[in-house]
């Protein structure tokens, strides 16, 4: 099950280094970063001028999307372009069912990208369909008849290709015999790395792409996994695709990047955001830049477990206490004593007030200094310090490790006790194996934070200890997103791999815009991310490229508009259909670009009305949500 060097201390796995033009990709190169453009690459000066953005952005990287050969071969306009700008940056041609693309693409830029679902297999129909091992391996033959074209190009001119799966386009041969699963995926991408290393090509790069932060996870887990079995070590592109914008889009990419890069996966990644592309440069700069500074961080201390299957999500079993652990849903915990010392009174508006109680964004347990001096909103429990503590309803106490040993409260009502890894002695350990009423909040400062909460779990697990725990990570952010990214991929992480009964976040930096809001939000956006408590709308969307043939930007703030009422509802907005249907696996309905200002509609992934003109569409999904029973109106 080994998919990294160190699941305890943090060093980058060393890939194979490729060539990108001039910019050298992985091996002990820096990790590299690129977006892509969403102009159309017929438009010459716009994908220019676009271009050039990015790369004043800080990107290494620049992709473009090729559909048609006419635009392949205006690549070479725009790259002349750009150099004539002094810009040198290496251009990524993006390319779906089109094998002549590529080979046309491939003369110009420094990079082709084709999608192993669709670059030789004609467009996933989602049907079962039967291939005998004979049948099989002539599908096998003909991919790779298509592909020799491509590898003698390349090869010729020195262009690495990457060989870019998505969860939402794989063929219906992989998904019959696969299914559409992280594992299907990964064999869809090791065709095509086999037939590359039957011809002696190595300049090669590899993503496996979803939107589902959980799937992508372990589909580059396994893929690491399947390269070292098979002996290769090409390097990996990171990505969640169709992430969103705004909080979510960040909170979404660093869950599902941050939880690799934590373990040293990744060599060039691509945040990708429904905005201007350029926006996606700083925020991918930032999670690299996070996690680069792990090097050297203090040891951690390695578990003897090892029957955690990280390919898998299992949900680490725990007893309830109150509402937390067991079957409940992962509890959200906000300290407010950094926030109301002065004015105690406004926490019951802030906690449920109506905005946020709309959305279900309301705490479950409030951290106090003292006893409250108002009214408890309904829903809503308190932790107060031992020494402060009174017994009263729904608040409990809160005590520290040395109160934990030192007291005799093992007949007392529920309470909580905050420890940290370094307290996890066998004095520890064997009382708390007696403890049924605690829960526990487990508070790291290891700079490699995800990998000192596994670590934690591990230890419970290796000792059958099942109590309750609650996430608990601080920072010190005066930036609302410095803090979002950062929240969400130490700790988002950790529910990826079924770890946590809660989340607590906290933020120590004076004059901050880290607001108490700010930090519910995060948390709740953190666990809905992470797949494991809904608690608003989802939408999954693209960033839009040159296939996406209407405003995307605007459409998708028309639908969050008219939709985001609607808790528990997934709400997908594509630009096209390479991966339209696909990505929407597990959306309840779909907005899919189908040509110019025209929509398709889908209700999961069937088609329901096709070529709907985009003034009508918004209201046409409204109306879709309303025959099959989804819809209700706001409050």
């Avoid at 996933?124 to 049948?135: G, P």
């Avoid at 403890?435 to 508070?443: R, T």
């Avoid at 339209?580 to 040509?595: K, L, N, R, S």
């Avoid at 709907?612 to 989804?630: C, H, P, R, S, W």
Wanted: charged letters at 25%; hydrophobic letters at 40%.
């Amino acid at each position: 099950m080994k998919y990294c060097n160190n699941l305890y201390n943090y060093s980058r796995f060393e890939s194979r280094e490729v060539t990108i033009g001039s910019i050298a990709l992985g091996g002990k190169n820096p990790i590299r970063i690129q977006s892509m453009n969403n102009t159309n690459t017929l438009d010459t000066e716009n994908s220019v001028e676009q271009a050039k953005r990015i790369a004043d952005a800080g990107a290494d990287y620049v992709r473009l999307t090729a559909p048609g050969t006419k635009d392949a071969e205006n690549l070479q306009q725009i790259k002349q372009a750009l150099l004539e700008a002094g810009y040198t940056i290496p251009l990524i041609a993006d390319i779906h069912f089109n094998p002549q693309a590529a080979i046309i693409a491939a003369q110009f830029v420094e990079k082709v990208r084709i999608n192993p679902g669709n670059f030789a297999d004609k467009r996933a129909s989602f049907a079962k369909v039967e291939f005998s091992d004979q049948e099989y391996a002539q599908e096998l033959d003909r991919i790779h008849e298509k592909l020799l074209p491509l590898l003698a190009i390349c090869k010729q001119r020195k262009v690495a290709l990457r060989i870019g799966t998505n969860h939402g386009s794989l063929s219906d041969r992989i998904m019959t015999r696969y299914g559409d699963t992280p594992h299907g995926m990964v064999e869809s991408v090791m065709e095509f790395l086999r037939l590359c290393r039957k011809e002696d090509f190595h300049n090669l790069v590899i993503s496996l792409k979803a939107s589902n932060t959980r799937v992508m996870i372990q589909a580059y887990r396994l893929m690491v996994n399947k390269m070292m079995l098979e002996g290769m070590n090409y390097p990996l592109h990171l990505g969640v695709t169709e992430a969103g914008e705004g909080e979510d889009g960040r909170i979404k990419s660093a869950i599902g990047i941050g939880a690799l890069l934590a373990d040293g996966i990744g060599d060039t990644i691509r945040v990708s955001l429904t905005e201007e592309p350029e926006y996606e440069v700083p925020v991918a700069k930032k999670l690299v830049d996070y996690f680069s500074a792990r090097l050297g961080h203090e040891a951690i201390r390695e578990s003897i477990f090892t029957d955690k299957n990280p390919f898998k999500y299992e949900k680490r079993e725990s007893f309830a206490v109150q509402t937390v652990g067991g079957s409940n849903v992962p509890a959200v915990m906000v300290e407010a004593k950094h926030f109301f010392r002065d004015n105690l009174s406004e926490i019951g508006y802030i906690l449920k007030g109506e905005t946020y109680h709309k959305q279900d964004i309301s705490a479950d347990f409030l951290v106090m200094e003292n006893m409250p001096n108002f009214q408890l909103p309904q829903g809503l429990s308190v932790l107060v310090p031992l020494e402060k503590y009174k017994p009263q309803q729904n608040i409990f106490p809160l005590l520290s490790l040395k109160e934990f040993l030192r007291e005799n409260m093992l007949e007392a009502s529920n309470f909580f006790v905050e420890i940290s890894f370094l307290g996890l002695n066998d004095v520890f350990l064997q009382k708390i194996k007696f403890a049924k009423n605690v829960v526990l909040i487990f508070k790291t400062k290891n700079t490699n934070r995800f990998a000192e909460i596994r670590a934690f779990f591990y230890l419970l697990l290796e000792n059958e200890i099942t109590n309750p725990v609650i996430v608990r990570n601080d920072y010190f952010e005066q930036n609302i997103e410095d803090f979002q990214l950062k929240s969400a991929a130490d700790t988002g992480a950790a529910f990826i791999d079924g770890f946590g009964d809660g989340i607590l976040l906290g933020n120590e930096a004076k004059n901050s815009s880290v607001t108490i809001q700010t930090m519910l939000q995060t948390s709740f956006g953190i666990l809905q991310a992470s797949r494991v408590r809904v608690s608003k709308t989802e939408y999954i969307s693209c960033p839009g490229c040159g296939r996406t043939l209407f405003g995307l930007q605007e459409t998708t703030a028309k639908v969050r508009a008219r939709t985001s009422h609607l808790k528990g509802l997934k709400i997908a907005v594509m630009g096209c259909i390479v991966n339209g249907p696909g990505e929407m696996a597990d959306a309840d309905y779909g907005y899919v670009g189908a040509g110019v200002n025209k929509i398709n509609l889908y209700k999961g992934q069937n088609l329901i009305k096709r070529g709907i003109a985009q003034a009508d569409a918004v209201d046409e999904l409204i109306g879709l949500i309303k025959e099959n029973g989804d819809w209700f109106d706001a409050e």
